[in-house]
């Protein structure tokens, strides 16, 4: 059993190994989340639901992370946090990536398993969801809670209708009826409607089960079908309910072990057509029975009382079940391990007994017996004697043929005549033929130390170059090529792997290690040769291919030399994308089911038959534009008949042409490590890599330097911005002083003003108020004047003293006015002369700043010039220590220099001399060759003799002057050589001195540039920021 702890990870694999679930627990996969905190703990698995498919699953725990498992591709992704308890999940929805999850705030949430967005919020229970039911088309779902039950449009995400019911009677299931349009509500008073979707009818109720097996039921199961409705509850009887008669037909009684039922589990099956037979209980124990309701056996079972399981849910197809557990991990269980047994047929009821001579067996004696059903009884006479036939095996015959026999027990002869028979392979089996004849070792260890190296720095930005719509299919692509550079460092420069490896990975995309294993068998059988003249083409296989069309059409080639197309345009297309650009899937499938089934050679001899298969539009053909289109698009070919033309190819072409004498026969990857592959020229890859290396550290350090200038004029720009503020700071500053003292004197003059009208406002209340007096006091005498004396003399007097009262406040009055004013003259005078002394103080602070910074300047400058003087001797002596060094070091290279020179000379030497050995043999093989053709020509064709030995005698000729013009030439050469070597000899010396000397200059004169540049902006500043105290202070 393999267990996978997922972790603080976000995606990754299940499983590293190919799972075998034993037949006792068939377990695929045991599924643990721990925490990666300080003290980790399990974070429990509350939920889990199947999509339509079958092969996906989602799952849930109590801190809100949902995950999605690929049972199929083998993978697992965080789809979403949902920081809350999920309490029920729906994956089987219309859109195969939205899936349902009920929160624990009461809400319903869609998400989105690709985008990972929240596709729709629903809001409506008050209480927590514990069931949600997908309609079959997907577009209606109920949700469930205790108090109420409610319908919702997918389409729209909108509440359709609500179940409400009184408090008393609960709800203990609400769901739809599989591949039908019925509702199934469930209550907890064991009353059971069905209801149709559309109209919301009741179609029919359930009647109450009879009182001697009274139930309270609690959980519920229907078949696929929707006949039959299996209910339980706190008791180990199980109800069956026939939804078509609307009637109990049968109670199954469970084990005494069973005292609970806690969920309910129709397995499906491929081949009853709905009607199930076989159901999941999962009782109080932790226990999960499977048990046939038609026969009542126990099947098999699945959990035990240490690890007991709290759900359990069973995949649409009946492939999987997903149960978790109560520690809170999650388990895949596989069906067919655990009915392995079940499904095992029965033994022979026949057996044969064979009497053994006494004797010892040799190799060449091994018998198999033959014999029919019927039972055998001895018999008297010899007539009646049971006829046997003996096979006897031929040790030798399959010694000779172990070549052919492959690792899975397949016979490499035997699918070589099914291949030509069917001209393909099945597409059921292909994938498991191609991997019986590669004989893939399935190195996982090494396979995994190779992709945990990472991407590699070469295909880094492989999406620029090759942008693929797929991201999973590029990352896949992307991952291949990276082992395959780690593996051997070749692959890291070679700029047609990805056009060789892409329709394998497109292929095997979900098992990355099969579509390793094949790229590289691919490589090291069917590309042999092929990178030892790297970085150029193949040419030596390019020779063969051209060689071969030669033999067989040298029409077409003379059409290809007379237009000059090089194998490189006809040829090299071909193989560096190995046919996936010139033909679709299928023809391809078919072409490499041959490829992978023949010699090496026969992708070679495909290139030849793909050419000879196109001759008649390729000899309409003049332009090079033409070529090259016709070699890197479809065209209308038949792959069967280039196939045929292949192995005619095969088998006509003569031994000294036929590609098989110069490659080696197949060889599988080895177990355990992959082998090294080193076929290539190592010096130049190392160069490669080096110039590469060597060019990544100029761009580091090209960007270092511009991000060094990037910053230093930010700061530069930050600074003038900053400066800018200060001056427009002072600036607002400055005018806001300005309107303020202009609002002050205004509203001095209008205070003044206003005292002005309130004095005027007075005198004139007072004199209206004396006149009113006087009028009244006129009145009253005029009334009162034949009044009593007495009152009129008090009167008076009254009258007397409220004047001199009024005039005596009048008098106050103005003097209280009068000492206003001079309280507001000295209030303006001290304000005046607070406001000169503050301006004074500031001036005198700024023009002591400015004395004190003019003095750091000057000591500054001071310091710095003793810098420079001291920088300028130290540079002098490390100037004449450098000199030395570099002529030491000059002496030395010129060494080196000359010893790999004469070393070079004499490998060359060496690989020219076996050169000219090579083609003086090669020279007399043909001489040989055409000497027995032309004998054997010489009778019938005396004509064409005549014209071959004139074209014989010309070839001499022109190989004669070839050949003293290449003796000539090398001689040329030579001279050059020897003359240039002496020459730079004794000039580089003197070059590289001189050269260093004008560099030193160079550096010298810029380093005083700049010092004197620095210079000047810093006396610039300094006087900049000595001039702004005495303008503030003006």
């Known amino acids: 059993m393999q267990s996978t702890d997922l972790g603080n990870k976000e995606s990754g694999k299940l499983w590293h190994r190919k799972p075998s679930p034993a037949a006792r627990d068939g377990i695929i996969v045991n599924i643990i989340h721990s925490s990666s905190d300080y003290l980790p703990k399990v974070l429990r698995f509350l939920n889990v639901a199947f999509d339509s498919s079958g092969d996906c699953l989602i799952a849930g725990d109590h801190q809100g992370n949902i995950y999605v498992f690929d049972l199929y591709g083998n993978r697992f992704n965080l789809v979403q946090r949902t920081a809350q308890a999920c309490t029920a999940l729906a994956f089987n929805l219309r859109r195969k990536s939205e899936f349902l999850v009920a929160l624990a705030d009461y809400s319903i949430k869609c998400f989105d398993t690709v985008s990972k967005e929240l596709v729709s919020w629903m809001r409506g229970h008050e209480s927590s969801v514990f069931s949600i039911s997908v309609h079959a088309s997907g577009r209606y779902a109920i949700t469930t809670s205790s108090d109420t039950a409610q319908l919702w449009d997918l389409d729209t995400f909108q509440r359709k209708r609500k179940l409400n019911i009184r408090q008393s009677v609960g709800i203990q299931k609400v769901f739809f009826l599989p591949l039908s349009n019925t509702i199934l509500s469930c209550f907890k008073d064991n009353s059971i409607f069905a209801w149709e979707c559309d109209t919301l009818s009741c179609r029919y109720q359930l009647p109450a089960p009879p009182e001697s097996s009274s139930i ?160 055998q009884r001895p018999a008297k006479l010899r007539e009646n004697r049971m006829q046997t036939r003996i096979l006897k095996q031929d040790l030798a015959g399959s010694f000779e043929n172990k070549e052919n026999e492959l690792s899975d027990g397949l016979n490499k002869k035997r699918l070589q005549i099914l291949l030509k028979g069917y001209g393909e392979y099945p597409t059921k089996y292909r994938m498991f033929i191609w991997r019986s004849l590669l004989q893939l070792p399935e190195n996982h260890t090494a396979f995994s130390s190779l992709e945990d190296k990472g991407v590699h720095v070469a295909f880094l930005n492989l999406h620029k170059k090759y942008p693929i719509r797929s991201r999973k299919l590029l990352r896949v692509l992307q991952r291949t090529l990276s082992a395959l550079a780690h593996w051997s460092a070749i692959f890291s420069d070679t700029p047609y792997l990805p056009l060789l490896a892409f329709p394998f990975v497109k292929l095997f995309q979900n098992n990355q290690l099969i579509c390793f294993e094949v790229v590289a068998t691919l490589i090291i059988n069917w590309c042999q040769h092929w990178f030892e003249y790297f970085p150029n083409p193949p040419i030596n296989i390019l020779s063969m291919i051209e060689n071969v069309l030669a033999f067989h059409d040298r029409e077409l080639l003379q059409h290809y030399i007379a237009h000059d197309i090089t194998s490189q345009l006809y040829a090299w297309p071909l193989l560096e994308t190995v046919f996936s650009e010139v033909l679709t899937r299928e023809e391809w499938l078919k072409l490499f089911d041959n490829v992978f089934s023949n010699h090496p050679s026969f992708l070679l001899m495909t290139v030849v038959a793909y050419n000879i298969c196109s001759r008649a539009p390729l000899l309409n053909c003049s332009l090079k534009d033409d070529f090259e289109y016709f070699f890197h698009h479809r065209n209308n070919l038949d792959i069967s008949v280039v196939i045929r033309e292949v192995y005619r190819l095969m088998d006509a072409t003569p031994a000294d042409v036929h590609p098989n004498g110069m490659l080696h026969v197949f060889a599988a990857l080895t177990k355990g490590q992959y082998p090294v592959f080193n076929q290539y020229p190592k010096f130049i890859v190392d160069y490669q890599t080096q110039e590469r290396e060597r060019i990544r550290n100029d761009e580091l350090d090209y960007l270092r330097e511009r991000q060094m200038v990037e910053d230093m004029q930010a700061e530069v720009d930050q600074q003038r911005v900053e400066d800018e503020a200060w001056y427009q700071k002072q600036e607002l500053l400055r005018k806001a002083e300005e309107t303020r003292r202009e609002l002050l004197l205004q509203e001095e003059e209008k205070m003044v003003q206003q005292r002005q009208r309130l004095a005027s406002v007075k005198r004139e209340l007072k004199v209206k108020e004396m006149h009113l007096q006087d009028a009244t006091r006129r009145r009253f005498l005029k009334m009162q004047q034949d009044q009593r004396e007495m009152e009129l003399k008090r009167l008076d007097d009254e009258i007397e003293r409220k004047v001199h009262m009024r005039d005596r406040e009048i008098a106050t009055t103005a003097k209280d006015l009068e000492m206003r004013h001079l309280e507001l003259e000295s209030q303006k005078r001290l304000y005046e002369k607070n406001l000169t002394r503050n301006q004074e103080a500031v001036a005198k602070e700024m023009r002591e700043n400015t004395d004190a910074f003019r003095r750091k300047v000057d000591l500054e400058e001071h310091m710095f010039h003793k810098l420079i003087e001291t920088d300028q001797t130290q540079n002098q002596k490390t100037q004449k220590l450098i000199e030395n060094l570099a002529e030491a070091e000059q002496a030395c290279l010129n060494a080196d220099w000359r010893i790999e020179a004469l070393r070079k000379q004499r490998c060359d030497d060496l690989q020219r001399h076996e050169c000219y050995r090579e083609v003086a043999r090669l020279l007399r093989e043909n001489r040989r060759t ?62 590289s001195l001189n050269q260093r000397r004008i560099q030193w200059d160079t550096t010298e004169r810029d380093l005083m540039e700049r010092v004197r540049t620095l210079r000047q902006r810093l006396t610039a500043q300094a006087r900049s920021r000595c001039q702004t105290p005495h303008v503030l202070a003006t």
């Open 216 to 375: 309270l039921y609690k959980v519920f199961a229907v078949t696929r079908d929707g006949r039959i409705l299996a209910a339980g509850g706190k008791s180990n009887h199980l109800h069956l309910w026939c939804l078509e008669a609307k009637r109990l037909f049968r109670i199954i009684q469970m084990p005494t072990k069973v005292r609970a039922i806690r969920h309910l589990e129709f397995l499906p099956d491929s081949f009853d057509a709905g009607s199930n037979q076989v159901l999941g209980v999962l009782s109080q124990d932790g226990i999960m029975r499977f048990i046939n309701i038609q026969t009542c056996k126990l099947l098999f079972e699945i959990g035990s009382l240490d690890e007991g399981i709290s759900s359990s849910v069973i995949s649409p197809h009946g492939r999987y079940i997903a149960s978790i557990m109560e520690n809170g991990s999650l388990n895949i269980y596989s069906v067919q391990a655990l009915t392995q047994e079940i499904n095992k047929p029965p033994p022979p009821l026949v057996k044969v007994i064979e009497d053994v001579p006494k004797r010892k067996l040799n190799s060449g004696d091994l018998k198999m017996k033959v014999t029919t059903g019927r039972v």
């Open 930 to 991: 055409e000497t027995e053709v032309l004998d054997a020509m010489m009778g019938e064709e005396a004509r064409k003799w005549e014209e071959a030995k004139e074209k014989d005698f010309h070839l001499k000729s022109e190989k004669k002057a070839s050949a003293l013009a290449d003796a000539s030439r090398k001689c040329f050469l030579q001279k050059e050589i020897n003359d240039a070597l002496e020459h730079a000899g004794h000039a580089y010396r003197k070059v």
